[in-house]
């Protein structure tokens, strides 16, 4: 694997880390603002937000200028992001630093799995897109909980300023490590556009969006399941997050290394195990070793789906794929926003803390469902679906791919 793909990686780990690391130093951002704990989420759900929608906007901004100058950009941005959210003096700009950075993230994991894709043989592209991914799977392991720490010895304030100086080192990985590949002719932002209309590709985005949603069904509300059902302490929370994580790190690499060889059977096994493994969370979790041993399975599974589903995307959208790419890396945070909201909704229903598990192990089986349908398309047109001759510029058209 090319040295480039670990400036990739270093992004990665620093994007991630900002994104999660939050969720563990809310009480002390709301106690320096005097706002409550639900309007501090609020630098939850706007960076979500602000990722869903600066993927495709990003993107557009930058069809002029090349990949590598871009992704340069997102990372300066980044880290004015977060300096942003380090020295601010009320909530609000908190709040605007948040967004600034989070309008990296998307654009950011979509041009790198491009890029990452182009640097390796064709035969190599799954796993390429997982080494890059492995900085956001490792800052769920070491990044969030060394955060953490420092937030609660430093103040959080210092957590924002280690993780701008992380998003500086990316930076500087790219500028030297990451060649600048040249951009595919002809392809113009409507040609971008064009690959909305395979069906294909859709199909990859609502697997991303109901698949990765099943898992955060069940971990957004892991607190209260883990302490209020399988009877830990609340200082094992953290732990069990970092097994979270570890299943995290061992489901990116098996899923990129496998969907190099058999994307579709990849895709069929991780998101079957993980509707079975989710459906039996809500008995698991009322043993403390059985619940810690799904709690990896759930990462593991759960990211098992990512590395195929994002070059699921690229080979459908093969030709122009820089957009698509990104406005699925938003898709894995629509599906977060999604399942926790309908996980929510179960728990004030009455039916209990483990009733999202259900939600989730419905919301992967619907993600099965459409894997096979994809398949099936794919083998009744001998197309997989894909944009008609003459919608992209005829150095661009590929035949198309089957797993």
């Known amino acids: 694997m ?15 880390t900002t994104e999660f690391v939050i969720m563990g130093l809310l009480p002390e951002v709301a106690g320096t603002f005097g706002v409550s704990i639900p309007t501090a989420g609020f630098l939850v759900s706007g960076y979500a937000v602000g990722v869903t929608l600066g993927a495709p906007l990003m993107t557009v901004l930058g069809t002029k200028i090349s990949r590598k100058r871009m992704l340069m950009l997102l990372m300066g941005l980044f880290v004015v992001g977060n ?57 769920n392991v070491v990044g969030v909980p060394a955060g953490t720490l420092i937030g609660q010895q430093a103040g959080w304030r210092a957590t924002f300023f280690a993780v701008a100086a992380l998003g500086v080192l990316g930076l500087v990985g790219v500028a030297k490590l990451v060649p600048d590949l040249p951009k595919a002719e002809g392809v113009r932002l409507r040609h971008e556009l064009a690959a909305f209309r395979n069906v294909q590709v859709l199909l990859a985005m609502a697997m991303t969006v109901l698949g990765f949603g099943g898992v955060f069904a069940a971990i957004t509300y892991i607190t209260p399941m883990m302490t209020g059902v399988a009877g830990y302490a609340d200082t094992s929370v953290t732990w069990l997050l ?42 698991a979790a009322h043993d403390k070793v059985a619940s810690a041993v799904v709690v990896f399975l759930i990462g593991a599974l759960g990211f098992a789906t990512v590395p195929p589903l994002q070059k699921r995307v690229l080979d459908q959208a093969a030709g122009a ?29 009455g039916l209990g803390y483990t009733a999202p598990n259900w939600v989730g192990a419905a919301l992967a089986a619907s993600a099965l469902a459409l894997a096979f349908v994809s398949s099936a398309l794919e083998r009744r047109t001998g197309t997989g679906g894909r944009v008609t001759a003459g919608s992209v510029p005829e150095p661009a058209r590929v035949t198309a791919a089957r797993h």
């Open 2 to 16: 090319p040295l480039a793909l670990l400036a990739l990686a270093i992004g990665a780990f620093g994007i991630g």
């Open 83 to 139: 300096v942003l959210s380090a020295i601010a003096p009320v909530f609000g700009l908190m709040l605007a630093g948040r967004i600034v950075a989070s309008l990296a993230h998307g654009a950011f994991f979509g041009i790198g799995s491009v890029v990452a894709a182009e640097l390796v043989a064709p035969e190599k592209k799954a796993g390429a897109i997982a080494m890059m991914f492995t900085g956001l799977t490792v800052a």
């Open 242 to 283: 970092v097994l979270f994580g570890l299943g995290m790190v061992a489901g990116n690499l098996i899923g990129g290394r496998f969907a190099d060889r058999a994307l579709m059977p990849m895709l069929y096994v991780s998101l079957s195990g993980l509707a079975v493994v989710l459906a039996l969370f809500t008995v």
């Open 321 to 349: 794929p820089t957009l698509a790419s990104a406005v699925n890396i938003g898709a894995f945070n629509l599906g977060n926003a999604l399942s926790a909201w309908l996980g929510g909704i179960v728990i004030a229903a």
